[in-house]
């Protein structure tokens, strides 16, 4: 229950190519903030740099007012949940989760209290006694956010703690990691490189691309409005027109087409860019026109790969009128859905 | 933490290595002193030591002994260990956990135990002579490093390549020899060398099995040192550490880089 | 593949152990129990004599003092070489292996250079004007230990090395999180997760000591007896082969003892980590 700032964080290693670049993020308390990114982006340099795990080139880190950029990581009063859960596998469920606790030299009165309470929470009540050997992975799992929630940090640090799971697991575990955070009023830091879910349980996101946080706000904001083609990629955009220069205030010109777009347009913008079911077929052919080069079944939709006057275009059309390849698909690019970004 | 960088675990990690390394380093440098008996610091420097080694026919007797016995035991426990491990991990032998502790029940008995039951039994009332019974002891030493070794690489193996072999038509023996047998080379291989070394290295067993006609040279070293303290010893212990170094190079290059950090040596 | 020919593969090994290992051992305990008055008469005249229960005393200390100290020296040494870069990890595997591949003799021999009256260690203590007249440290019981933790180290390193590579850091980094300082980390989750490595070490490690006879032969001499030197000592310079097999049978029963505790104990550790 605090806010995180980070400032200014920055991370090399050796003389290598620097990890983390002027990294800044503000956290409110009892938000859920995940980091987004590609491998090797910095997302889990810079979650291992909150924890205390890897010490930051510079930089400063601060949970509520108080500086922790220097302080140990055994003093920092967090919490972490490892990609691999990290049980203590010589230690029982009860005891796994009692281990913080302990560190914190509770009395064995207060610690069984605590320890059988989020046991309950977490629906591990029957498994206490149990090694995490003979646990499945989804029971390993919620061990390992009692183990971090039991001991009530500042801050829950969550690293890809998914991903060693099933489909459907996946699903249900991150609802559970959302109604636990929002009912002990965590703050977390969630890192994933799986959009999909941290839209689902985030309240901001930030991505990250080579250790710098490309854009910060709500998951609804960088679904609608991503800033940067960087993140327009990583969120789904499949077309991106290069931009050679405006048309008056309401068009862009892309090759020797002119693309019309509502609103006043943006000198600096580099490029225009627009989702594959954005793009409307025009049934009566009207519009453009370009030819089918590949089609793939998505089962709600066909995409098609069109090579068209505007260049190669990914397009999703009605799965009940097929379009075969090498054939002439028509279609418009809607005004108001075209999304002009400037890097 | 307790990574690479933390000085407690480096210090004492330092250390132990240079205890390791200094006693042998020691003996290198006093073969090579001027004095008629074992110096260190030396004071000058001569091979004459190493030229010594040959005049001395139980080293170089001895020297010819172990490495044929070495050669023949290790040769000898795979034609009898490979054989033994197929059928028991291929066959469905009821008695399988029987045969297993038997064939690993020499590890059990302490090796100067051996070596003294071996010399009453072979030496003493069946009146063997020395050679064969010591040969039959670094069998006997050597023949559970091959049960071991080849047993895990059998078990790793998947049956089913066999059984492809038997459909394509090939015979039992055959795939045995095309199949089977390219694919445990790395453990062969393995537990010879492993073989070798510890016979050619051994001294409980062959202590009661040679004589002054039957010199092994592990303990014609022991006997020399009884009588002698001059740095004859340390060139030899020179020349046998070059040996293991060979050894070792062998073993690199035949079981690839690697294989010589994760081959169970005892 | 008839039935008989699966076990013609199994009977020259099954065979051969059976005549040249199990027949003797039984050949030189008949005598131990035929030529007493009674069936255990020459056993407890052994476990009477007050000079044959130091021999096994000492047998024991030695071994066990060995086997601790190769721990101890052992589990950091091992910690530390884990933890290392790929390359540097394999090159210092090389060095602990280089030993274990050679001479007992020769590494023995080293220990008396450097123990010796005019040895290496006295020299040197005394070229620093730390004792005036050399110290007597070989043919010691300490003699004899240092030379079995020389002769075993390299073996505990290798099994606590392998071990220690299978850690997942990020346990260790779970308990740092969760408030353990680096000798908490060390005493409370890496010795546990090591136990069972530990054990194994410490059985190859005890039954070594236990049995050597190179090592208190070389840096022991005459006065320092094990049951190993007693057995060579009774055979072949008194002749007296019944008593030799006395202590023989008795090594083996002490040692099989040993390692049946340590097995079993390990077996209730495993109980925990292998039930996936």
């Known amino acids: ?343 | 933490m307790l990574d690479r960088h933390n000085h407690v675990l480096q210090l004492i990690g330092v250390i132990v290595l240079a205890l390791l390394i200094l006693p042998l380093g020691i003996v290198v440098v006093t073969s090579f002193g001027t004095e008629p008996t074992i110096s260190f610091p030396i004071k000058g420097f001569t091979l004459a030591w190493y030229a010594n080694i040959w005049t001395q026919p139980a080293f170089v007797d001895g020297f010819q002994s172990s490495l044929t016995i070495a050669l023949l035991a290790s040769l000898l426990a795979l034609l009898i260990g490979v054989p033994a491990v197929y059928a028991l991990t291929r066959f469905d032998i009821p008695q399988k956990a029987w045969f297993q502790t038997l064939f690993l029940s020499p590890t059990l008995i302490p090796e100067i135990v051996i070596g003294f039951a071996l010399y009453q039994t072979l030496v003493i009332a069946w009146r063997l002579p020395l050679w064969p019974s010591l040969l039959i002891g670094h069998l006997l030493l050597c023949l559970p490093y091959v049960i071991r070794l080849v047993t895990s690489s059998m078990l790793h193996l998947d049956p089913h390549i066999e059984e492809a072999a038997w459909t394509l038509g090939t015979s039992r023996p055959r795939a045995f020899f095309t199949i089977v047998l390219p694919n445990i080379r790395t453990s062969i291989v393995a537990a010879f060398m492993l073989c070798f070394i510890n016979s050619f290295n051994n001294i409980p067993i062959s202590l009661f099995l040679n004589g002054p006609s039957q010199n092994m040279l592990p303990t014609a070293i022991l006997n020399y040192l009884q009588n002698n303290y001059d740095p004859t010893v340390s060139a030899l212990s020179v020349v046998l550490m070059l040996f293991t170094a060979v050894l070792m190079l062998l073993m690199e290059k035949l079981l690839g880089v690697g294989a010589l950090t994760t081959t169970e040596t005892n | 593949m008839q039935k008989a020919n699966r076990f013609l593969l199994l009977i020259p090994a099954a065979l051969g152990i059976i005549v040249f290992a199990l027949f003797p051992l039984i050949q030189i305990a008949i005598p131990t129990v035929t030529s007493g008055a009674n069936p255990i008469a020459l056993y407890t005249q052994f476990l009477q004599s007050n000079y044959d229960l130091q021999v096994i005393f000492r047998t024991l200390t030695i071994a066990t003092v060995t086997t601790v100290i190769t721990v101890l020296l052992g589990l950091p040494t091992a910690l530390w070489i884990s933890r290392q870069s790929v390359s540097w990890r394999q090159f210092l595997s090389v060095i602990i292996l280089f030993p274990i591949l050679t001479n007992a003799v020769v590494r023995n021999f080293a220990w008396i250079i450097i123990l010796g009256k005019n040895g290496v260690l006295n020299n040197m203590l005394q070229a620093l004007h730390l004792i005036s007249a050399p110290l007597t440290l070989l043919y010691t019981n300490t003699a004899i230990v240092i030379g079995s933790v020389y002769l075993f180290l390299p073996i505990m390193i290798t099994t606590l090395v392998d071990s220690a590579n299978g850690l997942n850091p990020e346990i260790e980094e779970a308990a740092a999180v969760l408030g353990a300082r680096p000798f908490t980390i060390l005493r409370e989750i890496i010795l546990p997760q090591m136990a069972p490595a530990i054990l194994t070490g410490a059985i190859l490690v005890f039954s070594g000591a236990m049995t050597a006879y190179t090592t208190p032969q070389l840096l022991g001499g005459n006065r320092h007896l094990v049951m190993s030197t007693l057995i060579y000592q009774q055979a072949m310079t008194l002749g007296n082969w019944t008593n030799a097999s006395v202590v023989a049978m008795v090594l083996i029963v002490l040692s099989l003892i040993v390692l049946g505790l340590l097995r079993w104990y390990t077996g209730r550790l495993d109980r925990r980590v292998d039930h996936a």
């Open chain 1, 1 to 343: 229950m605090a806010r995180l700032t980070l400032d200014s964080l920055a991370m090399t290693y050796g003389h290598g190519d620097p990890i983390l670049h002027d990294l800044s993020l503000a956290v409110a308390d009892g938000q859920l903030v995940s980091l987004l990114g590609p491998s090797g982006s910095g997302k889990t340099t810079t979650l291992r740099i909150i924890a205390g795990l890897l010490q930051q080139t510079s930089g400063t880190i601060k949970v509520d007012d108080e500086d922790i950029s220097r302080v140990p990581v055994y003093k920092r009063g967090l919490s972490m949940v490892f990609q691999s859960y990290a049980l203590f596998p010589h230690l029982t469920v009860f005891a796994n989760v009692a281990y913080g606790l302990k560190r914190q030299k509770l009395s064995k009165a207060d610690i069984t209290a605590k320890v059988t309470a989020i046991l309950q929470t977490t629906g591990l009540t029957d498994l206490a006694e149990r090694y995490p050997q003979e646990l499945s992975g989804g029971q390993q799992q919620r061990v390992a956010l009692a183990r971090a929630l039991v001991v009530d940090p500042r801050l829950l640090l969550l690293d890809e703690p998914l991903s060693n799971l099933d489909a459907k697991l996946r699903v249900a575990m991150r609802e559970e990691i959302r109604r636990l955070q929002l009912q002990l009023h965590t703050t977390t830091i969630f890192v994933t490189h799986d959009q999909e879910e941290c839209f689902a349980i985030s309240d901001k996101v930030a991505v990250l691309n080579q250790g710098k946080i490309e854009q910060y706000a709500a998951p609804e904001e960088i679904y609608h409005h991503p800033q940067t083609e960087f993140v327009a990629r990583f969120i789904g955009f499949e077309n991106f027109l290069p931009v050679n220069g405006t048309v008056a205030d309401h068009a862009y010109r892309v090759g020797d087409q002119t693309v019309a777009v509502a609103g006043p347009t943006k000198p600096d913008a580099k490029v225009l860019t627009i989702r594959p079911n954005q793009i409307q077929l025009s049934p009566d052919d009207q519009g453009l026109s370009g030819q089918v080069t590949i089609r793939t079944y998505l089962g709600s939709a066909y995409r098609y790969t069109v090579d068209s006057p505007l260049g190669t275009l990914q397009i999703d059309g009605p799965t009940e009128t097929p379009v075969a390849i090498g054939a002439p698909l028509h279609f418009t690019l809607p005004a108001d859905q075209l999304l002009p970004l400037e890097a």
